[in-house]
C-alpha cells in the first residue's frame, strides 16, 4: 500500500483492502439520525398547527430574529428590484450574463405536448403542463448562494411555472444583496426571510402567509435535507442532496497546480465534500500531491479544504484508462472532471455521472456558474438513477386518449378479456358497453 500522508489519502487499485477502502470513502448518509428527524417531525407539526405564528417562533429563535409580524419576513417585488439597481455593475452583468446562459441552454430542454392518429381515428397522445407553484429554497446568511437562486428558478421559468416562491433564512437580520438581485432577475415571485425546517414546511402545507406549493427544490443543512424528505408526497422534491463531490480523471497531462485548485474548488464547501483525483500515472500523481501540499497554506478556506481532504479526498492510482472509467461508473460522481487528451472518446464509457466536464481547460467551476447547464446535481451515487434539475422537474405530462368507434370496438374486446381475467366485472362491462353489436 502506498504511504498516507497528512493532507490526502493515496492509494492504488492493486491495494488488497482498495474495494474496502473505497466503500468507506464513499459512504454517506444525506439525511439525520433519530433525534434529528425526531426535532423535525415536531417543527413541521407545529407549522402545520399554528401556522404564520410558528414561523415567526422558530424564526426568532433560529435566526435571532425579533419579529412580531409575517409582514417583517416577507421582501416584496419592489425590494428585489431595488437590490439589482443597487450592485456594482460588474456583478450585476455577470448575472445577466451567467442567467443568459442558463435561460438559453434550458430552452432547449423544454418538452413538447404530442399525439397522434390511429388508422381506425382513435387518437393517443401526452399533454405536458407546468407546475402550478413551486418553492425554491436558498441558504442565508454567509452561505449565500446567488448562483442558487438562477439554478432553481430559471428552469422553473422557462418550464412556464405560474409562481415561483422563494425562502431564504437571514440569520442576525443579515440581507445578501446579490441574492435578492438574483431573485429579480430570475422572476421570482414572492420572498420570505424564512429557513430550516420550518421554511419546507411552510412551503408544504402553507399557512396564512406563505402559500402551499407543489414542488420544493433547492439546497439546505441536514434539516432541511431531513424536512425534504419528510414532507415527500405532500409536495414534490427535487432530491436529498449531500455534499459536494469532484471526481477528477487526469492522463498527466495537465497541469498539476490546475488540478488541485479544481480538487480544492469542491474542498472548500465544507468539511464533508469530497475530492477525488483518479491517474494511471504515478509521478503524476506524486506531483498533484506536490501542488496540493504547496496552495493549501495559500487558500483562505485551508482549514476547510484540509479537513475535507483528509476525511473524505483520496489520490487513486489505477491501471489505465479503461479502469478509470470502472472507477467512474463505480462512484456515479455529482461532478467529473475529464482532464485528458481525448474526452469525447472517454465519455462513450461514461454511464453515471451528474455533469461531464470535458477537456483540460474544462473547470467544474465554470458549471457552478454560467456554463448553463444545471448545477443541481445527484450526489452520493444517486447519479446512477436520477439527472441534473432542469426544467422537466417543473412539468408534468398527462396521457391523452380518444376513441373512435371502431377503436372503442377494437379496444373495448381485448380490456373485456383482461378484465374478466382479473374478475373486475365492471370493468369488463364498461368496455363491452361501447362494443359494436
Known sequence: MMSQTTTIARFTTRDADFDARLDALLAWEGVSDHEISARVAEIIEAVRRSGDAALIEYTNRFDR?????????????????????????????????????????????????????????????????????VGIYVPGGKAAYPSSVLMNALPAHVAGVREIVMVVPTPDGVVNELVLAAAHLAGVDRVFTLGGAQAVAALAYGTQSVPRVDKIVGPGNIYVATAKRAVFGQVGIDMIAGPSEIL??????????????????????????????????????????????????TMEREAIIRESLARRGALILCEGPEQAVELINRIAPEHLELSVESPQEMVEGVRHAGAIFMGRHTAEVLGDYCAGPNHVLPTSGTARFSSPLGVYDFQKRSSLIQCSPEGAD??????SVLARGESLTAHARSAENRLKR
Not at 80 to 94: D, K, M
Not at 109 to 114: F, G, N, Y
Not at 269 to 287: F, G
Open 410 to 415: 377494437t379496444l373495448g374486446r381485448t380490456a
Open 65 to 133: 430574529l425579533s419579529a412580531t409580524a409575517m409582514s417583517e419576513l416577507m421582501i416584496g417585488p419592489e425590494r428585489l428590484e431595488t437590490a439589482f439597481a443597487s450592485i456594482p455593475a460588474a456583478q450585476r452583468e455577470a448575472l445577466q450574463q451567467a442567467a443568459e446562459r442558463i435561460r438559453i441552454y434550458h430552452q432547449r430542454q423544454k418538452p413538447e405536448s404530442w399525439q397522434y392518429q390511429e388508422p381506425d381515428g382513435t387518437m393517443l397522445g401526452q399533454k405536458v403542463t407546468a407546475l402550478d407553484r
Open 248 to 297: 477528477v480523471v487526469s492522463d498527466a497531462g495537465t497541469d498539476p497546480d490546475w488540478l488541485a485548485m479544481d480538487l480544492f474548488s469542491q474542498a472548500e464547501h465544507d468539511e464533508d465534500a469530497q475530492a477525488i483525483l483518479v491517474t494511471w500515472d504515478a509521478e503524476h500523481l506524486e506531483a498533484v500531491l506536490a501542488s496540493i501540499e504547496r496552495l493549501l497554506p
